[in-house]
């Protein structure tokens, strides 16, 4: 991670990345593309082979958007167990991938179902960090009406990472659509009250709230440049530091 002052890395034990379920869909405009998958994966090795510790929270809106199904007429509480659920199919998914890259992972739901992953208990996560498996979180917070940016952030503070990671289209949080505006212009770092007064898309407000709060720090890049996540750890890469 960039260091504001000296311009080198910042060492980071423990990390919590952050993706979106829309960033496993690939070309295809759903579901899983296991070429996609299989590239977030090696993302993740190599920084986990630097020695960092790593947990991830994986969206499900590639398979399923609480919201839009209620969106569509469909009860709130029904539709966002449906997509908890779906946050669970893409967890097993990147856990196959990550295995065959050889990291031993885990995906911990916060829904019980104990065939295909394990339930949410803090120590046995933490303890499962400190034996470098990687972690991943599924199922939200296991409450209707949070988001997994707020399940993100509620894990990441349980299990003291240092920072989020929150892995986008873009290198970086900018004051207007960089897609749509030309003359968008990317901020080095912001602070948390400065995203939220200006309606910043970096995760919900009740996210941005707890991370606050928990002096968490968010940082936002690029997730489709290759070796992306790595180089934000080591300095050299370009991204968003949301804090103070």
Known sequence: MQDQETGGAIPLKRVMLKISGE??????????HPPTVERIAKEVKSVHDTGV?????????NIFRGLQGSAQGMERTTADYMGMLATVMNAL??????????????VISAI?????CEPYIRRRAVRHLEKKRVVIFAAGT?????????AATLRASEMSCGAIFKGTKVDGVYDKDPAQHDDAVR?????????????????DASA?????EN???????????????RSILDGSGTCTRVEG
């Open 53 to 61: 510790e790593i947990c991830m929270v994986i969206g499900g809106g």
């Open 112 to 116: 019980p179902m104990d065939q295909v």
């Open 215 to 229: 002096g968490l720090p968010i940082i936002v890049f690029s997730l489709d440049a290759e070796g992306g996540f």
């Open 142 to 150: 296991g409450n209707p009406y949070f988001t997994t940016d707020t």
């Open 93 to 106: 998914a990147m856990q196959g991938a990550l295995e065959a890259q050889g990291i031993h992972t885990r």
């Open 23 to 32: 960033a496993l869909m690939g070309p295809q405009g759903f579901g899983l």
């Open 208 to 212: 941005i709230a707890l991370a606050r």
């Open 187 to 203: 901020y080095d770092t912001i602070t948390y009250d400065e995203v939220l007064q200006k309606h910043l898309k970096v995760m």
